[in-house]
């Protein structure tokens, strides 16, 4: 039996969900990609040349939930539901895309410029991310939010102080040269 839900409330679940999927991403990026899935995330800290890296896989992974998602709601009986919940998890993934592959990653070169003191913080957190050499000891795991920098800051001094992380001069990854 299908679950359909009204217009208005499949776009609060629509919000809802890109709002979990940040949630879902950082423990993910902590605790997998950082963890067990370091095989496939360990290409995103390197440098490298070439348009793909084995994490874009994680991008994949993702799609295929998505993609799930919505094909039980739409084809297979399942409802609005969950075609609203796939049509989430597809807006969190065109939202990382935008603001880590292309504004921070700079993937696809637009000249774009982060002016904004959310953007910006973004940007730097994502850096501080990449000063550190090991899977261990890094910080800000998040895509779309990230912590106040001077408290990033401070945990990387600990975590390098305690031999927790090895840190870098400057961060490494696509688009990631320069000081953090």
Avoid: C
């Avoid at 499949?10 to 999927?21: E, P, Q, R």
């Avoid at 423990?27 to 994490?55: D, I």
């Avoid at 603001?99 to 730097?124: C, L, W």
């Amino acid at each position: 039996m299908p679950i359909d839900i009204p217009w208005w409330l499949g776009l609060i679940l629509f919000v809802a969900t890109v709002l979990a999927m940040e949630v879902v991403a950082i423990y993910g990026h902590k605790y997998v990609m950082h963890g067990p899935g370091w095989v496939l995330h360990k290409s995103h800290h390197e440098p490298r040349t070439g348009w793909f890296e084995l994490n874009d896989l994680y991008g994949v992974m993702g799609a295929a939930v998505a993609i799930a998602f919505i094909l039980y709601g739409v084809e297979l009986g399942g409802g609005s539901l969950f075609t609203w919940i796939g049509a989430g998890i597809t807006g969190y993934g065109a939202i990382y895309f935008g603001f880590h592959d292309i504004i921070v990653h700079r993937r696809i070169e637009t000249g774009h410029v982060p002016r904004s003191a959310y953007m910006k913080r973004i940007v730097q957190a994502h850096r501080l991310h990449h000063v550190v050499q090991s899977k261990e000891g890094t910080v800000s795991f998040g895509f779309i939010w990230a912590p106040p920098i001077e408290q990033l800051k401070a945990e990387l001094e600990a975590n390098a102080k305690a031999g927790r992380a090895v840190l870098r001069q400057n961060p490494v990854g696509r688009g990631m040269t320069g000081p953090a």
